[in-house]
């Protein structure tokens, strides 16, 4: 067997490696050999692959057999090539030890520079360049930073002394020391090091160059870069490359510099030059601080030569790669070579309009550019974030969950009457409490952002902050709120005092940092659109398009999530609403009566409360589904707390207090969550779903009197059984049939369910018989599957996610092989009894772009989210048809968004659409966009009468890669593969496990019995 390869040649215009091997060379590594296939002026080295790295870690930090040798043979390669020799003490070979990990970290691992340099060479390198300042200032360098990141030594003592010497020098620069004064603060920083570890500088260069070899390795599981891969979900990857390569030198003098530019602007995403340089100066100078940058742009005065060469390299670069790139280059001597290049870092702005600009000038096609933004960038347009400014300056005092995107900043309230006490008052407040509930609603309303010590990513706090758009932190255990102070950090804050939250990383700052709001630009329109286009086409056997609704519980959500490009309403949760001052004290008139006649009072107090509620609603959706979930929690939740309610609910059913609080102890529950809720509570009180069909009824009919559009959609929740369905449903189309008879209407109301327990998912297919659509809530499905807590989880999910029991927080994405799987079973086993069946997810999970990925897969035809985060799901939906679809391509129209139902009305009227934003939405519909291959829609597509999740839900086509046109045609024969590669290469999609629960078909299921049987 032939060995394996270890350690990767670069230089002299050829490489051993190239583009495609990432995963191999690490990104620096495979750069760096890419540009010098190219042709493009790079100071050779060598790459010690990742694989090595991992063997490390796996042999307790200790190489494979062979390593060193390659390494020490690789070494001698690049010494004949530069004509030098690593510790020469007359021309020294000195080299630079960088990282390098196949998904860009940057600043995360360690760096060093100007290895080699010793007692004899820095004398060596003095006479050889005829610059002793130059000599003695690369070996200072270089024992600083081997010092800091090899040895140990605190870094702050070298910048100690070489403070003292500026001082006794009276200069503030570091270029205003001399070589004498450079030869002393050598010696001064062995001095350090010697004090500190007890060892000698090594004046040995091989003892050097492992030493560093070992740091580089060693840093891939430091504090900060095992915090970042768990910050950016950085997963699965070997390790990082050591990449050893020949120094250039910016700091021979002013003929010679360093610097980092971009192709565009990553902040705006402008196409224009953009960079900083300095002269007499290596890497870390430009980004550490000590002296100030100079904009790239004067680089063509000052030397016109060098930046006519870097621009052409930049664009050769930009071409070849077709992605905004970020380089890092030196001149020395007035000779100019790349360091690095690699794709970009940008804000969202810069994101989406460098994706859309890039497919106006034919560089990338748009799917390309879809792939090309993040969601994350997304969240950056649609909320308020801290000024990058002040974010500089300013440090957390604590740290929680990252619960709803965007920044906040308020003065300090407690409780949620205070706030809007305040509020009244023109004060911006921030609630924090140690959680909140559903009473807190009105003051999270006029909050300008929620900070909770408890709670998890889908508790109250953050599922209603989220829904409302509001910045959220919760579960910050650094934070202890007591009475009305809250304790964070060892410090106290009172009531009123200034904080600032930021919801999309969880920190939290004293005082009040300035806020910034991104415009939403035309660029952003026209991304989204092009999104929209690629889900319509989206063709999964029988189920066409994949839509994006959103969980909306009051018009002003319905037409903000309109606003945003929702295609509907998935989840209007109606318990929300009762929370209304209005409504509440009949709701709980209601809850605590003794007689049917009674319940049937209270409730008619509330209905035409509901109605107006459902109307606005289904006005602001002009005509796209409505889902509305009846009543879903358990009464309890709505009874009086306090004394003060207690009293008021009291008087208004002129009873006394000792006579009513007995009731309402009663309604208490052992476990809420497992109690008496859902559909359970209209089996035995069916008035309460009475009341809230017949609304929904009558708003329906207002709808059409009004010749509004109108479709909507009656989810049951909690359903276990099909018997519930069996038993509820005939009572709600009597409601409805005799709301629409009297008004001489007639329309198509859907009756659906929520599965959201496990034995519902099981039984779907029984369930199925009795239901038009399902909808997942995988909330309380990922509670009843892990049994874990979503209130609760917070007090161990980090030690879970520290030592890999769990890879992500379940209730923040959704767990593929559990709470999945019992997905893919009951969409199976749904479909067997009606192919055709519309089934979706309204769970917090529907705005992860993971889980709208899996839902893709698994089927569904649509996910619902938050009305904030319905952007996000347009191009994460997107994301997944690409990933998961093949190549998109012409053809007719294949998928249609959901039409409004039919409505007739006995006179022969009919109701239009007169607003202005119906037009736009219409031709929204109807995208001439590209077609799923044939391929992709038979793979998935379901076989009769056989479950489709061995197909659908484990087997993912492989993505088609699109070709690189633009720039093949000027290459050289050999590099055109790597340029198509390099150019189109999709991420990589985590496929399903084929053993799910889903593909298991449920043996001989009669479905197609006459009378079945409800179970």
Same mark, same amino acid.
């Given at each position: 067997?032939?060995?394996?390869?270890?350690?990767?040649?670069?230089?002299?215009?050829?490489?051993?490696?190239?583009?495609?091997?990432?995963?191999?060379?690490?990104?620096?590594?495979?750069?760096?050999?890419?540009?010098?296939?190219?042709?493009?002026?790079?100071?050779?080295?060598?790459?010690?692959?990742?694989?090595?790295?991992?063997?490390?870690?796996?042999?307790?930090?200790?190489?494979?057999?062979?390593?060193?040798?390659?390494?020490?043979?690789?070494?001698?390669?690049?010494?004949?090539?530069?004509?030098?020799?690593?510790?020469?003490?007359?021309?020294?070979?000195?080299?630079?030890?960088?990282?390098?990990?196949?998904?860009?970290?940057?600043?995360?691992?360690?760096?060093?520079?100007?290895?080699?340099?010793?007692?004899?060479?820095?004398?060596?390198?003095?006479?050889?360049?005829?610059?002793?300042?130059?000599?003695?200032?690369?070996?200072?360098?270089?024992?600083?930073?081997?010092?800091?990141?090899?040895?140990?030594?605190?870094?702050?003592?070298?910048?100690?002394?070489?403070?003292?010497?500026?001082?006794?020098?009276?200069?503030?620069?570091?270029?205003?020391?001399?070589?004498?004064?450079?030869?002393?603060?050598?010696?001064?920083?062995?001095?350090?090091?010697?004090?500190?570890?007890?060892?000698?500088?090594?004046?040995?260069?091989?003892?050097?160059?492992?030493?560093?070899?070992?740091?580089?390795?060693?840093?891939?599981?430091?504090?900060?870069?095992?915090?970042?891969?768990?910050?950016?979900?950085?997963?699965?990857?070997?390790?990082?490359?050591?990449?050893?390569?020949?120094?250039?030198?910016?700091?021979?003098?002013?003929?010679?510099?360093?610097?980092?530019?971009?192709?565009?602007?990553?902040?705006?995403?402008?196409?224009?030059?953009?960079?900083?340089?300095?002269?007499?100066?290596?890497?870390?100078?430009?980004?550490?601080?000590?002296?100030?940058?100079?904009?790239?742009?004067?680089?063509?005065?000052?030397?016109?030569?060098?930046?006519?060469?870097?621009?052409?390299?930049?664009?050769?670069?930009?071409?070849?790669?077709?992605?905004?790139?970020?380089?890092?280059?030196?001149?020395?001597?007035?000779?100019?070579?790349?360091?690095?290049?690699?794709?970009?870092?940008?804000?969202?702005?810069?994101?989406?309009?460098?994706?859309?600009?890039?497919?106006?000038?034919?560089?990338?096609?748009?799917?390309?550019?879809?792939?090309?933004?993040?969601?994350?960038?997304?969240?950056?347009?649609?909320?308020?974030?801290?000024?990058?400014?002040?974010?500089?300056?300013?440090?957390?005092?604590?740290?929680?969950?990252?619960?709803?995107?965007?920044?906040?900043?308020?003065?300090?309230?407690?409780?949620?009457?205070?706030?809007?006490?305040?509020?009244?008052?023109?004060?911006?407040?921030?609630?924090?409490?140690?959680?909140?509930?559903?009473?807190?609603?009105?003051?999270?309303?006029?909050?300008?952002?929620?900070?909770?010590?408890?709670?998890?990513?889908?508790?109250?706090?953050?599922?209603?902050?989220?829904?409302?758009?509001?910045?959220?932190?919760?579960?910050?255990?650094?934070?202890?709120?007591?009475?009305?102070?809250?304790?964070?950090?060892?410090?106290?804050?009172?009531?009123?005092?200034?904080?600032?939250?930021?919801?999309?990383?969880?920190?939290?700052?004293?005082?009040?940092?300035?806020?910034?709001?991104?415009?939403?630009?035309?660029?952003?329109?026209?991304?989204?659109?092009?999104?929209?286009?690629?889900?319509?086409?989206?063709?999964?056997?029988?189920?066409?398009?994949?839509?994006?609704?959103?969980?909306?519980?009051?018009?002003?959500?319905?037409?903000?999530?309109?606003?945003?490009?929702?295609?509907?309403?998935?989840?209007?949760?109606?318990?929300?609403?009762?929370?209304?001052?209005?409504?509440?004290?009949?709701?709980?008139?209601?809850?605590?009566?003794?007689?049917?006649?009674?319940?049937?009072?209270?409730?008619?107090?509330?209905?035409?409360?509901?109605?107006?509620?459902?109307?606005?609603?289904?006005?602001?959706?002009?005509?796209?589904?409505?889902?509305?979930?009846?009543?879903?929690?358990?009464?309890?939740?709505?009874?009086?707390?306090?004394?003060?309610?207690?009293?008021?609910?009291?008087?208004?059913?002129?009873?006394?207090?000792?006579?009513?609080?007995?009731?309402?102890?009663?309604?208490?529950?052992?476990?809420?969550?497992?109690?008496?809720?859902?559909?359970?509570?209209?089996?035995?009180?069916?008035?309460?779903?009475?009341?809230?069909?017949?609304?929904?009824?009558?708003?329906?009919?207002?709808?059409?009197?009004?010749?509004?559009?109108?479709?909507?959609?009656?989810?049951?929740?909690?359903?276990?059984?099909?018997?519930?369905?069996?038993?509820?449903?005939?009572?709600?189309?009597?409601?409805?049939?005799?709301?629409?008879?009297?008004?001489?209407?007639?329309?198509?109301?859907?009756?659906?369910?929520?599965?959201?327990?496990?034995?519902?998912?099981?039984?779907?297919?029984?369930?199925?018989?009795?239901?038009?659509?399902?909808?997942?809530?995988?909330?309380?499905?990922?509670?009843?599957?892990?049994?874990?807590?979503?209130?609760?989880?917070?007090?161990?999910?980090?030690?879970?996610?520290?030592?890999?029991?769990?890879?992500?927080?379940?209730?923040?994405?959704?767990?593929?092989?559990?709470?999945?799987?019992?997905?893919?079973?009951?969409?199976?086993?749904?479909?067997?009894?009606?192919?055709?069946?519309?089934?979706?997810?309204?769970?917090?999970?529907?705005?992860?772009?993971?889980?709208?990925?899996?839902?893709?897969?698994?089927?569904?035809?649509?996910?619902?989210?938050?009305?904030?985060?319905?952007?996000?799901?347009?191009?994460?939906?997107?994301?997944?048809?690409?990933?998961?679809?093949?190549?998109?391509?012409?053809?007719?129209?294949?998928?249609?968004?959901?039409?409004?139902?039919?409505?007739?009305?006995?006179?022969?009227?009919?109701?239009?659409?007169?607003?202005?934003?119906?037009?736009?939405?219409?031709?929204?519909?109807?995208?001439?966009?590209?077609?799923?291959?044939?391929?992709?829609?038979?793979?998935?597509?379901?076989? @009769? #009468?056989?479950? $489709?999740? +061995?197909?659908? %839900?484990?087997? &993912?086509? /492989?993505? !088609?890669?699109? =070709? *690189?046109?633009?720039?093949?045609?000027?290459?050289?024969? @050999? #590099?055109?593969? $790597?340029? +198509?590669?390099? %150019?189109?290469? &999709?991420? /990589?999609? !985590?496929?399903? =496990? *084929?053993?799910?629960?889903?593909?298991?078909?449920?043996? @001989? #299921?009669?479905? $197609?019995? +006459?009378?079945? %049987?409800?179970?």
């Amino acid at each position: 067997m032939a060995k394996r390869k270890e350690v990767y040649f670069f230089g002299e215009g050829k490489a051993e490696g190239d583009a495609k091997m990432k995963d191999v060379l690490g990104g620096k590594g495979a750069n760096l050999a890419e540009m010098t296939n190219m042709g493009i002026p790079v100071p050779p080295g060598f790459t010690i692959s990742t694989v090595v790295c991992a063997a490390y870690y796996e042999n307790k930090q200790k190489y494979p057999a062979g390593v060193k040798g390659e390494v020490e043979a690789n070494l001698k390669r690049l010494e004949k090539i530069m004509g030098k020799k690593l510790g020469d003490p007359d021309d020294p070979l000195l080299v630079s030890v960088r990282s390098g990990a196949a998904v860009s970290m940057p600043g995360m691992m360690d760096t060093i520079l100007n290895l080699g340099m010793n007692d004899k060479a820095v004398q060596g390198l003095s006479l050889r360049t005829g610059n002793p300042r130059f000599a003695w200032d690369a070996y200072r360098r270089f024992v600083q930073m081997y010092g800091d990141v090899v040895m140990g030594v605190e870094h702050e003592l070298f910048e100690g002394a070489i403070s003292g010497i500026k001082k006794s020098k009276n200069v503030e620069l570091d270029t205003q020391l001399n070589a004498k004064d450079l030869e002393a603060l050598v010696d001064e920083y062995k001095k350090i090091i010697k004090k500190s570890t007890g060892r000698d500088f090594p004046q040995n260069p091989l003892d050097q160059l492992w030493g560093a070899v070992n740091a580089v390795f060693g840093s891939w599981m430091n504090e900060r870069a095992i915090k970042y891969r768990q910050l950016n979900g950085i997963r699965n990857l070997k390790g990082t490359a050591v990449n050893v390569q020949s120094m250039v030198f910016g700091n021979f003098g002013e003929d010679s510099g360093t610097g980092v530019c971009f192709s565009r602007d990553p902040s705006t995403g402008i196409n224009e030059f953009y960079g900083e340089y300095l002269m007499n100066a290596q890497g870390e100078d430009v980004v550490a601080g000590i002296r100030t940058p100079e904009k790239i742009a004067t680089l063509a005065k000052r030397n016109p030569v060098i930046y006519k060469q870097l621009v052409g390299i930049k664009n050769k670069l930009e071409k070849h790669f077709k992605d905004m790139q970020d380089m890092e280059f030196t001149v020395q001597q007035g000779e100019l070579f790349l360091l690095q290049t690699r794709n970009g870092k940008r804000a969202g702005t810069a994101a989406i309009k460098c994706a859309v600009d890039m497919v106006a000038e034919g560089l990338i096609d748009k799917e390309t550019a879809i792939m090309r933004v993040t969601p994350a960038h997304l969240d950056q347009l649609l909320h308020p974030m801290i000024d990058p400014a002040a974010n500089k300056e300013a440090k957390p005092i604590t740290e929680g969950l990252n619960a709803s995107p965007g920044a906040a900043a308020g003065r300090i309230v407690f409780t949620a009457k205070d706030a809007e006490t305040w509020h009244e008052r023109g004060e911006k407040v921030l609630l924090v409490r140690k959680d909140t509930s559903p009473e807190d609603i009105g003051g999270m309303v006029v909050s300008q952002g929620v900070l909770t010590s408890t709670g998890g990513m889908t508790s109250h706090a953050a599922v209603v902050a989220r829904g409302m758009g509001t910045p959220c932190v919760a579960g910050a255990k650094g934070v202890s709120v007591q009475h009305n102070t809250a304790v964070i950090g060892g410090k106290t804050y009172q009531e009123g005092e200034w904080l600032t939250i930021d919801g999309s990383t969880g920190e939290v700052y004293e005082g009040r940092l300035p806020l910034v709001i991104p415009n939403i630009s035309k660029d952003m329109n026209i991304f989204l659109k092009w999104c929209d286009q690629v889900r319509a086409r989206a063709v999964r056997g029988p189920i066409k398009g994949f839509d994006v609704r959103t969980n909306a519980d009051q018009p002003e959500d319905a037409i903000r999530a309109f606003d945003f490009g929702a295609q509907g309403v998935g989840l209007c949760r109606t318990e929300h609403m009762f929370f209304d001052k209005e409504k509440l004290i009949h709701f709980r008139a209601m809850i605590v009566a003794d007689t049917k006649e009674e319940r049937e009072k209270h409730l008619q107090e509330i209905l035409p409360l509901q109605q107006k509620d459902f109307f606005g609603i289904f006005k602001a959706m002009e005509g796209r589904p409505v889902t509305i979930r009846l009543l879903d929690p358990p009464l309890h939740e709505f009874v009086p707390h306090t004394k003060e309610e207690v009293d008021e609910l009291a008087a208004h059913l002129n009873v006394s207090h000792d006579a009513l609080q007995p009731k309402i102890d009663r309604l208490v529950e052992a476990n809420p969550m497992l109690g008496h809720r859902g559909c359970r509570l209209a089996v035995t009180y069916p008035e309460i779903y009475d009341m809230q069909v017949e609304a929904i009824a009558l708003a329906a009919v207002e709808c059409v009197l009004a010749n509004i559009l109108v479709q909507p959609e009656i989810m049951i929740p909690i359903v276990v059984t099909a018997r519930e369905l069996k038993l509820l449903r005939p009572n709600a189309e009597k409601i409805i049939a005799k709301v629409f008879d009297a008004a001489g209407i007639k329309m198509d109301v859907k009756i659906g369910t929520m599965i959201e327990v496990p034995r519902a998912a099981i039984r779907a297919g029984h369930i199925a018989k009795y239901a038009d659509f399902f909808s997942f809530g995988t909330n309380d499905l990922t509670q009843m599957t892990f049994a874990f807590s979503r209130d609760d989880i917070a007090s161990f999910l980090p030690v879970y996610l520290q030592k890999n029991v769990l890879d992500v927080d379940p209730f923040n994405s959704i767990d593929e092989d559990g709470v999945g799987g019992l997905m893919r079973f009951g969409i199976s086993a749904g479909r067997e009894v009606k192919p055709d069946l519309k089934i979706g997810i309204c769970g917090e999970h529907g705005g992860d772009p993971a889980t709208i990925d899996f839902c893709y897969r698994a089927g569904l035809s649509y996910v619902s989210c938050s009305p904030f985060r319905v952007p996000l799901a347009r191009l994460a939906g997107a994301q997944a048809v690409i990933n998961n679809s093949g190549k998109i391509i012409k053809g007719k129209e294949s998928a249609k968004a959901d039409k409004p139902a039919a409505v007739k009305v006995k006179d022969g009227k009919k109701p239009v659409r007169s607003d202005k934003r119906m037009a736009a939405a219409t031709s929204a519909k109807k995208p001439a966009v590209k077609k799923p291959a044939a391929k992709s829609a038979v793979a998935q597509k379901p076989a @009769a #009468k056989k479950t $489709a999740a +061995k197909t659908a %839900a484990a087997k &993912k086509p /492989a993505v !088609k890669k699109p =070709a *690189a046109k633009s720039t093949a045609a000027k290459k050289p024969a @050999a #590099k055109k593969t $790597a340029v +198509k590669t390099a %150019a189109a290469k &999709k991420p /990589a999609v !985590k496929k399903t =496990a *084929a053993k799910s629960a889903a593909a298991k078909k449920p043996a @001989a #299921k009669k479905t $197609a019995v +006459k009378k079945p %049987a409800a179970k």
